[in-house]
């Protein structure tokens, strides 16, 4: 069982770039065998509003984000922007097995014309990152280690 590195995953951009990618980039969590466990109707989308500036997701379940080496969401997620090409936030909760792995969001940042950044702290190993990838590419990838986990890290019951 792995340990896990676990924060928040940020996507931001234009609005209608941030609701396609956010619609597009998960599924329901595969087993080993391929076989999908939790399935995709996990995945709830409140979309009736997204002409008035308007998306809600939830996931009812912890969710893949596709395309990557083990890398999970869940929780609930809300954005609401003046109009279609508003900038926007979103933020997720995330966890992903041992480490960020940066490469895993360059195709998602390329194909919706998102900026990515992940924040994220694995409390068995006593280290956190900093991801940015922006127009595909990465931007930042610091790892902080600490020497007293319980002090300095600002959320050192995160992760492990």
């Known amino acids: ?3 896990w590195c676990e924060g928040r995953i940020k996507i931001r951009g234009k609005f209608s770039d941030v ?3 956010i619609k597009n980039s998960f599924e329901g969590v595969k087993h080993y065998k391929g076989e999908v466990l ?4 996990n995945i709830s989308i409140d979309d009736n509003y997204i002409s008035d500036g308007e998306f809600q997701i939830f996931f009812r379940d912890t969710v893949h984000i596709k ?3 083990r ?9 609401i922007a003046k109009n279609q090409d508003s900038q926007v936030i979103a933020v997720i909760q995330f966890k992903q097995a041992w480490a960020v792995v940066p490469e895993n969001y ?4 390329k194909t919706y014309n998102v900026d ?5 702290f694995e409390c068995g190993m006593e280290f956190s ?3 940015i990838i922006e127009k595909g590419k990465i931007t930042q990838n610091n790892t902080i280690e600490y020497d007293d986990w319980g002090w300095d890290c600002p959320v050192p019951d995160w992760g492990g």
């Open 38 to 41: 939790n399935a995709p109707e």
């Open 71 to 79: 890398a999970f969401v869940d929780g609930d997620c809300c954005i």
């Open 106 to 109: 360059i195709e998602m940042s």
């Open 129 to 131: 990152q900093d991801v």
């Open 19 to 21: 609701v396609s990618c």
């Open 116 to 120: 990515i950044r992940i924040q994220a």
């Open 67 to 69: 395309n990557t080496r």
């Open 1 to 3: 069982m792995p340990n």
